[in-house]
């Protein structure tokens, strides 16, 4: 036990131990003269972002029809397989469109659109344009398909139209002849041929694919074509940023219409009038860069955007990069090519269903059972503690994704009454890939604050000695372009000592909050 110490036997200790840490005490900017240097600064810690392991892709999760070209597609470009085929499973939902949906329930008249939202997430020049555009190919051939059909039948539509105006001018004259010598009921019979024969007005041009468009005219488009339309965007997250804006959230209100596939949907507008949408069937497939992404998934787990447009994203896949890229220079596998490519116009061809009269298959007994099981536990892990309200969110939409991809297995491989055993687990398989692309996703949210402190640290030499959170904020950097996202990323390098807040001279105005630098961190080119 210590005993009492005097005040002079205490100040006689403290210059003993003055003397002894002399050696270590310097000023440092930042902190106090004479300070040890320990203590002034400590050492920078590690700043840490580790994201969630994904499950890989693997063979079974494909239908033979479109397998072997999927991953003939990947292993050529030397992309990840996940990218393609994301961006076929896409594709087929847009050709079948609405005339085909499932119920799946066994009594219930609860029936699903399989029209899917999927994203493919990756740095830069990770091959997601090409893979994309590659699982994409069968779908612009239909639509070139269907446009050369139609330019066939508007000149041939045009010709009679021309030769029923012909035809008109002389029945005029006939029936003037007529109704001069006083037969009015040969008159009348006379016009009424020739309005019979007239052509009608020129029909629009089918599409597919839609790149970019305004809802007014998306809308159009989808009246013209009823069975649905694919949204094929390159940088989806131009469009997912232009949906944050004030001024377009009435569009953003019909996009989250759109992800069910089956409601409609009526604007207004001064000079447009009126559009009644019929069928709001839409698919959609981007590409994604993670710095991109992150922020929209931090919008809405703060609450800021949290309306569950990130979450119709269902098929959105964030695999890991290819650490092993090599060389490959060979002719495409033409076998599997010619397949898939009969996948897609089987698809497309099909008498299965209309618009105006779907197609409704339900599953097989021991399908339905399966099922049945798997969305009960969904249930109960969604509504449970420990998970956060935007994964709880994604995970409630789940039944009508995997209830989609159940469908259109089934009807890849040539089903056309009910949906059976292998096309439901497949689909189920899917859930446990998709669950774990999902996890990966919303932590991004969670990780742009250390991502963002370590592009700060990486650029630091751009910034001044003192530099502000306005100074980072006007530089744009990835990540970094909205103002709290940026005072996270500041939060995190001063917990992590590799810089801190200093105070600044009063001005009268409003404070201002600057930070230092750690004199620690190694000098540029060190």
């Known amino acids: 036990m210590i005993g009492y ?60 029809a479109l397998r072997r070209y999927v991953f003939d597609v990947a292993e050529r470009q030397q992309s990840p397989v996940d990218f393609s085929a994301v961006s076929a499973l896409v594709a087929v939902s847009a050709v079948v469109g609405n005339r085909v949906r499932i119920a799946p329930k066994t009594n219930d008249d609860w029936t699903v659109v399989p029209n899917l939202w999927g994203g493919i997430i990756g740095r830069p020049s990770a091959m997601k344009s090409p893979a994309m555009q590659s699982a994409l190919a069968p779908v612009y051939g239909l639509q070139d398909a269907m446009r050369k059909d139609w330019e066939s039948e508007t000149r041939s539509a045009r010709i009679d139209q021309t030769l029923a105006t012909l035809n008109t001018k002389e029945a005029k004259k006939q029936a003037e002849k007529a109704l001069k010598g006083g037969d009015k009921e040969k008159a009348r019979s006379i016009m009424a041929d020739s309005m019979d024969a007239d052509g009608e007005a020129d029909t629009p041009c089918p599409r597919l694919v839609v790149n970019d468009a305004t809802v007014e005219k998306l809308g159009e488009l989808l009246n013209e074509n009823p069975r649905g339309l694919l949204l094929i965007r390159d940088e989806l997250p131009g469009f997912l940023a232009k949906m944050e804006s004030e001024e377009f959230q009435s569009e953003r209100a019909f996009y989250l219409e759109a992800f069910n596939g089956d409601g409609r949907f009526t604007y207004d507008r001064i000079g447009r009038g009126t559009v009644q949408i019929e069928s709001c069937t839409l698919s959609i497939i981007g590409g994604i860069q993670p710095s991109r992404i992150a922020p929209i998934v931090r919008g809405a787990m703060t609450g800021a955007t949290n309306d569950g447009l990130i979450q119709r994203l269902q098929l959105s896949v964030w695999p890991d990069d290819n650490p092993n890229w090599k060389w490959v220079d060979r002719h495409p596998n033409g076998a599997a090519r ?42 109960v892990e969604a509504r449970g503690n420990g998970i956060s309200s935007v994964l709880e969110s994604h995970i409630l939409k789940m039944p009508k994704t995997i209830a ?27 859930y446990e890939y998709l669950r774990s692309h999902a996890n990966r996703l919303y932590a991004a949210g969670e990780t742009m604050a250390e991502d963002g402190a370590k592009l700060i640290l990486d650029r630091r030499q751009q910034l001044p000695d003192q530099f502000t959170a306005r100074a980072v904020h006007q530089r744009k950097w990835a990540g970094l372009a909205d103002r709290d996202a940026v005072i996270s990323a500041i939060d995190t390098l001063v917990e992590t000592n590799h810089c801190r807040e200093i105070e600044m001279p009063d001005t009268g105005g409003r404070p201002t909050v600057a930070y230092c630098w750690n004199p620690r961190l190694p000098k540029e080119g060190a």
């Open 404 to 430: 989609s991809l159940a469908l259109l297995f089934e009807l890849i491989d040539g089903g056309r009454f009910e949906v059976g055993d292998v096309s439901t687990l497949r689909a189920l398989e899917w």
């Open 338 to 379: 010619e397949a898939y490519d009969k996948a897609f116009s089987d698809l497309h061809s099909t008498g299965l269903g209309s618009t105006e009269n779907p197609a409704v298959m339900r599953f097989a007994p021991g399908a339905q059972e399966v099922f049945r099981d798997w969305m009960s536990g969904v249930q």
């Open 5 to 64: 110490r005097s005040p002079e036997e205490m100040l006689l200790a403290a210059g003993a131990i003055k003397q002894a840490v002399a050696p270590n005490l310097i000023p440092i900017d930042g902190g106090r003269a004479g300070e040890p240097k320990d203590r002034a600064w400590p050492a920078p810690l590690p700043i840490t972002a580790t994201l969630p392991p994904v499950r890989r892709f693997h063979a079974d999760l494909l239908p033979e």
